[in-house]
């Protein structure tokens, strides 16, 4: 189709008369001329922006610091140690491994003792115990002796207050001294108003034996 256009095309200007040819090639030299003006016009604002870009680009040397600095920064990640968390993680379980040993320790102790308590100390209080029942029975048969003694020697003191009334053993006068010099109370006693008939005669008094209580064999 194009080849048909150029071949209309070519028809046409051999049919142009010399002046219309004329006037064909001033207008399309003109068409040049204002399309190389343009051209040219376009041309300067080219260069200001190649101009302006220029120092929008970075320099080489700001790449390569900058390439260094993220170099480094990625290669920190990949040389990354624990050393400190490490050395503080020992020292923690150190101080516990120390704290476990006093707790075992303690226990063991703990664990002596008590087998001493139950191996020794328990048959120990065991016996005390026993000895300590005998003291009580002991202690038990000394109050029986007392409360036995004390009525016999108050039986005593009734029949030698009989018989002093009755015999008047001490004379008046002599009463008379002791009483101003506040001897004991037993000389103060009155006098018994019954005086018992002639033929009455004095019974002794029935004196225990300490042998018959305190004996010389240990009790079992």
């Given at each position: 189709?194009?080849?048909?256009?150029?071949?209309?095309?070519?028809?046409?200007?051999?049919?142009?008369?010399?002046?219309?040819?004329?006037?064909a090639e001033i207008s399309r030299?003109?068409?040049?001329?204002?399309?190389?003006?343009?051209?040219?016009?376009?041309?300067?604002?080219?260069?200001?922006?190649?101009?302006?870009?220029t120092p929008g680009r970075q320099n080489p040397e700001q790449d390569d610091e900058v390439l260094r600095h993220t170099a480094l920064s990625y290669a920190s990640y990949i040389r990354a140690t624990a050393g400190?968390?490490?050395?503080?993680?020992?020292?923690?379980?150190?101080?516990?491994?120390?704290?476990?040993?006093?707790?075992?320790g303690m226990l063991d102790?703990?664990?002596?003792?008590?087998?001493?308590i139950v191996?020794?100390?328990?048959?120990?209080?065991?016996?005390?115990?026993?000895?300590?029942?005998?003291?009580?029975?002991?202690?038990?048969?000394?109050e029986a002796f007392v409360k036995m003694v004390g009525?016999?020697?108050?039986?005593?003191?009734?029949?030698?207050?009989?018989?002093?009334?009755e015999l008047g053993t001490l004379p008046g006068a002599?009463?008379?001294?002791l009483r101003t010099m506040s001897v004991p109370g037993f000389l103060n006693k009155p006098t018994s108003p019954r005086r018992p008939a002639p033929h009455q005669r004095q019974e002794i008094p029935t004196v225990f034996k300490t042998d018959d209580y305190f004996t010389s064999k240990p009790e079992p």
């Open positions: 189709k194009t080849g048909d256009m150029d071949h209309h095309r070519v028809d046409r200007v051999g049919l142009l008369s010399p002046l219309e040819e004329s006037s030299d003109s068409g040049i001329v204002s399309q190389s003006a343009s051209s040219l016009s376009m041309s300067p604002s080219l260069d200001e922006a190649a101009e302006h870009g400190d968390e490490i050395l503080c993680l020992d020292k923690s379980l150190e101080e516990m491994l120390t704290r476990v040993d006093e707790f075992v102790m703990i664990r002596n003792d008590t087998s001493q191996n020794e100390n328990l048959p120990q209080i065991q016996q005390k115990s026993d000895e300590m029942r005998q003291i009580y029975r002991r202690i038990d048969k000394l009525a016999n020697v108050n039986a005593m003191e009734e029949q030698v207050t009989q018989a002093e009334g002599f009463k008379k001294i």
